[in-house]
């Protein structure tokens, strides 16, 4: 039998590592476990980055109430843990007189969700100017803004461990059993045992609360394509630009990125844990982008990637599915924007059962430095990844970090090493060494996100 925690949250990515950071306030033992090898490997990885005003949601849903309470928080947790955040604002397009009648009702929607500032404006009143020639109208929501969900996630769950909470990274959860008053988890070969649990497992979050004695619900995986254009067509847009939603979300969306890249997408299509791109998709993103903007520099996409979002009927899911067993399940967008908010939700529901979850420690350290750009020579001095400028010194201090990146995607995730124009054409061997070296491993088993990802089969020169 493993060790005994007061808190098991099951699931590393922006959800789970927001509520064990808000949980982390208390007196309370809190772990973390995840199956993957690191933090934010699911959808957290692979999403638009979009801090959503919160016009699009349904009146009165949990989504609409956590959209706008959470894009409220984010300027104050992104400044204590050192993550980029730009509110730059967000348009929706209408290219026709029935689109401006939708744009009213979203103004409308959002307006009663709470969000200020919106305005509906015609194209000579716009604030963007590389918009297309078919656009009449814009809504205009200036309390949108972006983000890095790889830094937000990473950021939540280090500042949680170092307040305390235990992360059990490649373990999965095999089975669960209530014994008494107490949750037994097997993870992998051993057990812990937990007085709550919060399911907080993603695309995976269904199937563990039908182990824990909680009803089956139907859940929609949808892949969605984006692509990355080279930070040399920064200027291309920005704002986030949407087109008017349809039935099968917000649609595809062209928006700068807080590191000055140009993301595009997603596509939508309801399919397996599929995380392939396809021709097809690429396609279909371009032409869409093409509808919303005059140009899209399709020689200037540096990388290609699909993420899966994880729908559970019209609304979040953030309830009981047991005694002690808390599900947070279906975040799907606005998801990114509503975590900091799930978070103060399920510590409240928590605590109206409980008086130890309303009370907050005196030492409890919000503050989380990020990885310095600068730091004592030599290995501050060798540049390592060129595009983005990224050194050794950076490098080995995300492996040795409290939550070490031991992975190519793991260094990526948190120093950027790979996300340039040649994506680790010129760097990547340098990284393997590195990586190598600092862990104490061969360099061929290093690998690109866990597994049986490796990268060398043989030692490089």
């Known amino acids: 039998m493993g060790k005994h925690y007061d808190i098991a949250i099951i699931g590393a990515g922006v959800v789970g590592g927001a509520v064990a950071r808000e949980l982390t306030r208390t007196e309370l033992s809190v772990c973390v476990i995840e199956r993957e090898c690191d933090v934010g490997c699911g959808a957290s990885k692979a999403n638009s980055g979009i801090v959503h005003a919160g016009f699009d949601a ?35 397009l209408g290219f026709s007189e029935e689109d401006r009648r939708h744009l009213e009702d979203l103004r409308e929607r959002g307006i009663k969700n709470g969000v200020g500032g919106l305005e509906i404006l015609p194209r000579d009143k716009c604030p963007e100017t590389n918009l297309s020639d078919d656009v009449e109208w814009v809504l205009h929501a200036p309390s949108a803004g972006i983000v890095d969900p790889m830094t937000l996630t990473v950021a939540l769950c280090e500042n949680a461990a170092r307040n305390g909470a235990d992360f059990l990274l490649g373990h999965a959860v095999r089975a669960v059993e209530r014994t008494d008053d107490t949750w037994t988890l097997t993870v992998g070969s051993y057990k812990i045992t937990a007085d709550y649990v919060i399911n907080a497992a993603g695309a995976g979050a269904p199937a563990l609360s039908v182990m824990a004695g909680g009803v ?13 254009l080279d930070k040399s067509r920064a200027d291309l847009v920005k704002h986030t630009i949407f087109q008017t939603p349809g039935k099968m979300g917000k649609g595809v969306l062209v928006t700068p990125t807080v590191d000055g890249n140009i993301l595009i997408g997603p596509t939508a299509l309801d399919t397996s844990y599929d995380t392939a791109t396809t021709r097809e998709g690429q396609s279909e993103l371009l032409k869409s982008a093409r509808r919303s903007i005059r140009d899209v520099p399709q020689r200037d996409i540096i990388n290609s990637f699909s993420g899966i979002r994880a729908i559970v009927g019209d609304d979040f899911v953030i309830e009981e599915a047991a005694e002690k067993w808390l599900d947070i399940m279906g975040i799907c967008s606005p998801g990114l924007t509503a975590a900091p908010a799930i978070a103060l939700y399920a510590r409240e529901l928590l605590g109206e059962k409980d008086a130890r979850f309303a009370v907050t420690r005196g030492n409890f350290e919000p503050i989380r430095k990020g990885i310095p750009k600068s730091g004592e020579l030599p290995h501050y001095g060798r540049v390592v990844c060129r595009c983005e400028n990224v050194t050794e010194g950076e490098i080995i201090a995300a492996v040795r970090g409290i939550i070490p990146a031991t992975t190519v995607d793991g260094v990526k995730r948190r120093v950027r090493a790979g996300m340039g124009r040649c994506q680790g054409g010129f760097c990547l061997t340098r990284i393997l060494e590195i990586i190598a070296r600092e862990t104490g491993v061969e360099l061929n088993e290093v690998t690109k996100s866990g597994g049986a990802s490796f990268v060398a089969e043989v030692k490089i020169r």
């Open 216 to 228: 089956k619900r139907e859940q929609i995986l949808r892949r969605g394509e984006y692509c990355l």
């Open 58 to 92: 349904k009146n009165g849903t949990l989504m609409a109430k956590l959209n706008v309470r959470g894009n409220e928080l984010y300027e104050r947790m992104c400044s204590e843990l050192s993550v980029p955040f730009k509110r730059n604002g967000s348009l929706v």
